[in-house]
């Protein structure tokens, strides 16, 4: 039974910046996607950014620039890593595995979530 769990939310001041992290326990015989979601209060779920098999990374727009998502070389852990955060970045952050890119409703693991607040 494999679960991921979160770290790594924090609050920060714009400009600031976070690493979040995802790791995956139990056995994880297949390599797959996985992905960073989040969602602010009334909004819905979306793609922060995903890295598939190979590496390949895929980021929402507003993100460019400033998130970058990586594995270590088990692929047991996924991170986040949020630069030049901004007030709209605020949200519960999920890390999801086993999907297709940013389409949320691929996903078939999701973790609890870790908050992300940041004031301006």
């Known amino acids: 039974h494999v679960q991921l769990v979160e770290s790594g939310g924090d609050s920060v001041q714009a400009g600031g910046s976070l690493t979040l992290s995802c790791e995956q326990s139990?056995?994880?015989?297949?390599?797959?996607?996985m992905a960073w979601f989040r969602q602010a209060p009334g909004k819905d779920r979306e793609g922060v950014a995903s890295?598939?098999?190979?590496?390949?990374?895929t980021y929402e727009d507003s993100v460019k620039g400033r998130f970058t998502i990586s594995q270590d070389n088990t692929k047991k852990t996924v991170y986040l890593q949020m630069n030049f955060l901004r007030p709209d970045d605020t949200a519960m952050y999920y890390c999801a595995a086993d999907g297709t890119g940013l389409l949320h409703r691929s996903y078939k693991r999701w973790g609890q979530g870790t908050q992300v607040t940041v004031s301006s």
């Open positions: 890295i598939d098999t190979d590496g390949g990374a």
């Open positions: 139990g056995y994880t015989p297949h390599k797959y996607c």
